[in-house]
């Protein structure tokens, strides 16, 4: 059983900010990436950041600028800061967990998700 800890999330207006916070259910180390991505109804599922174990950073196109996903490695947790958010931004967010196909890794696609933060931007 797959066991993410997934907390933060809620309602907002628009410009306000949010912060979520991940703990995957094996140490982020155990992982290509650990980072979160989103869906919105009627949408697909895309990145919004991740960090590899070296600490690489991605974001998405949609979010570059206005938040930041950070590590804390002591407590093995991922966490996103939203700011300035907008209602496109409202959307299911998940933890994801994964090796993306790196060989470096004993099963290069493996992947886990959390089960989903709903992040609703409104006025």
């Known amino acids: 059983q797959v066991h993410f800890v997934e907390s933060g999330g809620g309602l907002v207006q628009p410009g306000g900010s949010l912060s979520l916070s991940c703990v995957p259910p094996?140490?982020?180390?155990?992982?290509?990436?650990v980072g979160w991505y989103r869906q919105a109804p009627g949408k697909q599922r895309e990145l919004v950041a991740d960090?590899?174990?070296?600490?690489?950073?991605r974001y998405g196109d949609a979010v570059q600028g206005r938040f930041i996903i950070s590590r804390d490695d002591a407590k093995n947790t991922v966490s996103l800061q939203m700011d300035n958010l907008q209602p496109e931004d409202t959307a299911v967010y998940y933890c994801?967990?994964?090796?993306?196909?790196?060989?470096?890794?004993?099963?290069?696609?493996?992947?886990?998700w959390g089960q989903g933060i709903l992040v609703t931007v409104s006025s």
């Open positions: 994801h967990a994964g090796n993306h196909g790196s060989y470096f890794y004993p099963e290069p696609n493996r992947e886990l």
């Open positions: 960090m590899t174990s070296g600490g690489r950073i």
């Open positions: 094996e140490s982020v180390f155990n992982f290509f990436a």
